[in-house]
């Protein structure tokens, strides 16, 4: 309808206002009415309840009433069809549905779950893994961040790995180089034995746990609190192939880190400046090394100090002088505070 009409008569022919129903009474009484007699009441014309007179377009005739009733009625059935059809549409789709949901539900428990699970939770965290741990049967494969490893976390999954290596799995673990330096981790690798192999990097990427290249679990906030539990191919595939690569650029844990070629400063001082050199701030280069910002801080005074640096502006020119800004090897830091080995 137009304009005010609809604003001031919001109604239809079934429900007319009450200003509406007295002037189109009136007229099918009279027949006709003046056409100024119905300004107040617009929805009459829009309703098509009254019309232009064809002999003198200044009055209104009106439609009968039982041509008003048979529109009525046409429109009420027409609803009622359209609402059966509707009803009709729905129920199809809703068996459509229920067919396509017993499809996705039988898929699902072939594939032993949904392709991404969220473990809200260190307690669920853990039940996860130590149900993936119990299907293993061949490989698993870890990464773990943040430096040295505490004796406590590498007693708390020590049973999950010694189960595995009674079945004859094969464990990978990468770790940072500030790992070498703890007597946990080199006992812990000693009583494996030939289970576990280990290799550093500079830095590694967040904690990542695969087990036989079927599931995955990744961190799913930063208090690792929250895990992903990850079953789809392609991004388990995809995360296999992350590993493969830095297991290769990694260093064996039984070699020697290679030296920097340069007197008085260390491989890890080396890391530390081309971190600098690309303008990282103390506390991301301590995070990304798995070390303490003092320590990172001590390491940065003795560069200065071995490179001639009177100020971190000039430590920069320095570094770059004496090639310490190179490209460095890629890196990588997940799920829960322990691993299925709890490494």
Not at 84 to 93: L, P
Not at 168 to 179: N, P, S
Not at 203 to 215: A, G, N, S
């Amino acid at each position: 309808m137009a304009g005010h009409g609809t604003e001031e008569h919001p109604h239809g022919a079934d429900r007319l206002c009450e200003a509406g129903d007295r002037v189109y009474s009136r007229a099918v009484r009279c027949g006709r009415l003046p056409r100024r007699d119905a300004e107040p009441v617009p929805c009459l014309l829009e309703l098509a309840l009254l019309h232009p007179d064809p002999d003198d377009m200044d009055w209104l005739v009106p439609t009968a009433p039982q041509e008003v009733m048979t529109r009525l009625l046409r429109g009420m059935y027409d609803e009622v069809s359209a609402s059966q059809r509707r009803v009709g549409s729905a129920v199809e789709a809703f068996e459509r549905y229920a067919g396509l949901g017993r499809q996705v539900s039988a898929s699902r428990s072939s594939a032993e779950g949904p392709a991404i699970r969220v473990l809200d939770g260190l307690a669920r965290i853990q039940a996860a893994m130590d149900e993936a741990t119990q299907a293993c049967t061949t490989e698993v494969l870890t990464v773990q961040p943040g430096g040295i490893r505490r004796e406590a976390e590498l007693s708390e999954g020590l049973h999950r790995a010694m189960a595995l290596r009674g079945r004859g799995v094969r464990m990978r673990d990468l770790y940072t180089h500030v790992a070498r330096h703890g007597h946990g981790l080199l006992s812990y690798l000693e009583l494996m034995g030939d289970a576990v192999e280990a290799r550093t990097l500079d830095e590694v990427v967040e904690r990542l746990i695969l087990f036989d290249r079927t599931v995955a679990f990744i961190p799913a906030n930063t208090e690792r609190t929250m895990a992903l539990e990850l079953r789809h191919p392609a991004l388990v595939d995809y995360l296999g192939t992350v590993f493969d690569r830095l297991w290769r650029l990694a260093i064996p844990l039984t070699a020697p880190l290679p030296a920097t070629g340069i007197e008085g400063i260390s491989h890890r001082e080396q890391s530390i400046a081309a971190l600098l050199a690309e303008g990282h701030q103390d506390a991301v280069i301590a995070e990304r090394l798995g070390i303490s910002v003092r320590t990172c801080r001590a390491h940065i005074a003795r560069l200065s100090e071995t490179l001639g640096a009177a100020s971190r502006t000039q430590l920069g020119v320095r570094i770059a002088q004496a090639g310490l800004d190179g490209a460095r090897g890629p890196a990588v830091t997940s799920p829960g505070r322990g691993s299925p080995s709890g490494r």
